[in-house]
């Protein structure tokens, strides 16, 4: 005789929670009201005096941690979420720590605090500064990088400037983040004649310079081009994950096959980190 175990939908969450702070404008009654709606708004969506004790109110609804002053305009708020309903997924876990909430101004994200079960859903970056460091084998000294530009240039000449920055010493050659696949510089034969430019260099100074391809585009291009710029030899992606969105970024940097460093750039995120509202540099990036 087998014996089923029942599970009850209690059983069903843990006491793991993570903690979101928001920087929270207006009086001390209007932040308070509005730190009490976002415990609803980013959860249930729902009125919460139409909903039951139970587990909805003892899980899922948003739990105000603490509430304070942070200067004389703004209170800061610390509200923690269930690990659970972000459902281990990037998108979901944006969704919940500041999904309808980014549409009401006054309201912003300062800070995340996650438990260690949430992240390790998340692999994070491949590499690292440690990583990098090591790859370019520069394990001291700052970082040298620069970009190739302006648009308009061919590929030749773009792979020209691309070799003398090589020879310079730069460590790190970037695609301008506004190179894509335009007429005059057409994104496989840049990436071809930039890598073996980068490449001509570093046999001729021993270095390790590499050369990071432009590789934000569609989505439906964004993978095939990340495997197109490794197959070419270039040494790193770059991504623009406010154009691509933030889990496509994720999805390239957890994938065995590219194992590439990616560089992000902030095109439109700039909008999201000035303001009142929005998400704070800490956070976003």
């Given amino acids: 005789m087998i014996i089923q175990k029942t599970c009850t939908p209690e059983s069903l969450f843990s006491n793991d929670r993570f903690s979101v702070t928001y920087r929270i404008f207006g009086s001390e009654k209007e932040a308070r009201v509005k730190a009490e709606d976002i415990c609803i708004e980013q959860t249930v969506e729902f009125p919460a005096d139409e909903v039951p004790e139970g587990i909805i109110r003892d899980h899922v609804f948003g739990r105000i941690e603490s509430f304070e002053r942070q200067d004389t305009e703004s209170f800061k708020a610390v509200i923690s979420y269930a690990v659970e309903i972000a459902a281990g997924e990037l998108t979901q876990l944006l969704n919940v720590i500041f999904g309808n909430s980014s549409i009401k101004p006054g309201i912003r994200v300062e800070h995340l605090d996650l438990p260690e079960p ?72 840049r990436v071809k004649r930039c890598a073996e430019a980068v490449w001509k260099a570093n046999k001729e100074t021993g270095g390790r310079t590499i050369y990071i391809a432009n590789i934000t585009a569609p989505a439906r291009e964004v993978m095939n081009r990340a495997r197109i710029a490794k197959d070419a030899g270039a040494g790193g992606l770059m991504v623009a994950p406010g154009l691509i969105g933030m889990d496509l970024m994720r999805e390239l940097a957890d994938d065995d096959s590219i194992a590439l460093p990616i560089m992000t750039h902030p095109a439109l995120h700039g909008s999201f980190v000035t303001g009142q509202g929005g998400l704070s540099h800490d956070v976003i990036f």
């Fill in 118 to 189: 949430l992240l390790k859903q998340f692999k994070g970056p491949r590499f690292g500064r440690e990583g990098l460091r090591k790859l370019l084998n520069v394990l001291h000294r700052p970082l040298l990088s620069t970009a190739i530009k302006p648009m308009g240039l061919s590929c030749q000449e773009l792979a020209d400037l691309a070799y003398r920055f090589a020879l310079g010493g730069m460590d790190m050659i970037k695609d301008d983040h506004g190179l894509t696949n335009q007429c005059c510089s057409p994104f496989e034969e």
